[in-house]
Every structure is written in structure tokens, then in C-alpha cells.
């Protein structure tokens, strides 16, 4: 997984990472708490697309700072993922750091629960985040979407200051 994601670069995007929704499935136990889980109905059209990008602000970025945001995600989801993935493999490992702790039984399965459900979020925001940034490179790119107004109102909001 490492090496795939290191050759990828710039095409990230989309890493799934079903691997861990598979492995989260095998650990035997129900999850203790209700976990978040990210919904995300990904558009169809390019307005879709530009409506959702809107979401996370990205019309009031420009195209430097998109650049900019999109490589620091996706070095972050690199670093990440290399982070998680003996801990989403391997999640005996990470019960026996809480067992060495001294937690109870049921704590270690909590907490265990806790940091696996934790990660499978990040990973998947980040992705949701990189896809985002590439479409609205893309859509500004080919011309689809113009945000000149969006980002001359934000440039002189003087509340963003």
C-alpha cells in the first residue's frame, strides 16, 4: 500500500481505502459507540461539483493556494495512511498497547474501537478533501467555472482580514 501510494503523487485522489471498512468488519465486536461516519453524495456535473467545492470554500481560494493545499493534503494523507496501516492490518497490536496500559478488557475494546474508527474518518475526509481541490483545479482549468467575483468579494471582506 506504502509503495502504491508513494507512486501515485499527485494522482492520490481516490485511494478508497475499502482495506479498512474490510479489516474495521473482521474485528469480531460490535462498535462500543456510534461513530461518525462521512457522507458524501459525490456530484455528477461539473455544477454539482462547483456547488460542492463551495463547501469547503475553495471558490474563495486561488489557484496557488489550491496547488499549494492539494500537495500539503495529499503529503498529510501519505503520512497518514503509512501511520494507519499496521494499525488497521494488525489491530492486536494496538489492543496490546492499551492491555500494557492497564486498561480493563472492555476499555481496551473501546479505546481500540475509538482509534480505528478515528483514522478510517481522517483517511476518508482527506480523500473526500483532495478529490475536491482536483475537480475545482480542473473545472477552473478548462474554463467551466470562473470564481474572479468570488475571490475579489473575499479579497475585500474586511472581516477575512
Known sequence: MQNKLK???????????GFAGANLDKLGADPVYQYQVLTWEKPTTDQGW???NEIESLNFRTDAELQTMLVSHQAKL?????QYDP?????????????????????VEKQTQEKLHNMKW???KLNQSIERMQKEIELRA??????TQDLETFKNNPYQK
Request: glycine letters at 12%.
Open 78 to 82: 501519505i503520512r497518514l495512511a503509512e
Open 50 to 52: 462547483a456547488e460542492d
Open 122 to 124: 481522517e483517511l476518508d
Open 7 to 17: 507512486k501515485l503523487g499527485v494522482g492520490l485522489g481516490l485511494i478508497g481505502l
Open 142 to 147: 478548462s474554463g467551466k467555472i470562473d470564481r
Open 87 to 107: 494499525m488497521i492490518k494488525y489491530p492486536d497490536a494496538l489492543r496490546a498497547e492499551f492491555e500494557k496500559a492497564g486498561l480493563s478488557a472492555e476499555e
